[in-house]
């Protein structure tokens, strides 16, 4: 028995000596951080009336290479609902930045997450993420929702638009 004990001593000694010697880490490059809008309590969220609706959009920066502005058009009606999923690499310097609302006083935004290939853990490097917009539309009118994706040079300056993703939509009462 206290030959077994000995053993597994040698070993876990063995293996923590090993462990030390390892190399470390590589520092993960900078990414642009997703900016977070909390959902304002002074904003009155009327009651739905129609489902919720789900748009994917494209992936920064790569469906830009094209073309600068990507339009959709969206009729929504008052409490419905509006989701809208962008692709992102958080491992480049380019990311999505906060939606700008042309009327919040017709579409306001109630919701934003960043979701990554593993919960709590950094994504390895090429790794695809999502981020995940949810917007209510509060009444009729017209509305304008915009959001660029930007991309950083070298020394982490916010330099290169690289394009921006534009939704219309019409509320009908």
């Known amino acids: 028995m206290r030959r077994v ?9 063995a293996t923590a000596v090993a462990a030390c010697g390892a190399s470390p880490e590589p520092t ?5 951080a997703p900016t977070v809008m909390p959902t304002s309590p002074s904003v009155p969220t009327p009651v739905p009336t129609a489902e919720p609706t789900s748009l994917d959009g494209p992936t920064c920066p790569d469906a830009f290479e094209q073309e600068e502005t990507i339009t959709r058009e969206f009729d929504l009606v008052p409490g419905q609902a509006l989701t809208i999923s962008l692709g992102s690499t958080p491992s480049i310097p380019c ?3 906060s939606p700008q609302i042309s009327d919040s ?12 290939p593993a919960e709590d853990v950094t994504p390895m490097p090429g790794a695809p993420g999502t ?14 929702l915009s959001v660029a994706c930007m991309c950083l040079d070298d020394d982490g300056d916010e330099s290169l638009m690289e394009g921006r993703y534009v939704v219309r939509v019409t509320v009908q009462e």
Not at 5 to 13: C, Q
Not at 105 to 115: A, E, G, K, M, N
Request: no cysteine; charged share 20%; hydrophobic share 50%.
């Open 131 to 144: 981020e995940v917009w949810a917007f209510r539309a509060l009444k009729g009118g017209e509305a304008e």
């Open 95 to 97: 990311g999505w930045r």
């Open 105 to 116: 006083d017709v579409l306001t935004q109630t919701d934003h997450q960043s979701i990554w």
């Open 28 to 32: 993960p490059r900078p990414t642009l």
């Open 5 to 13: 004990l000995l053993a597994l001593t040698a070993v876990a000694l």
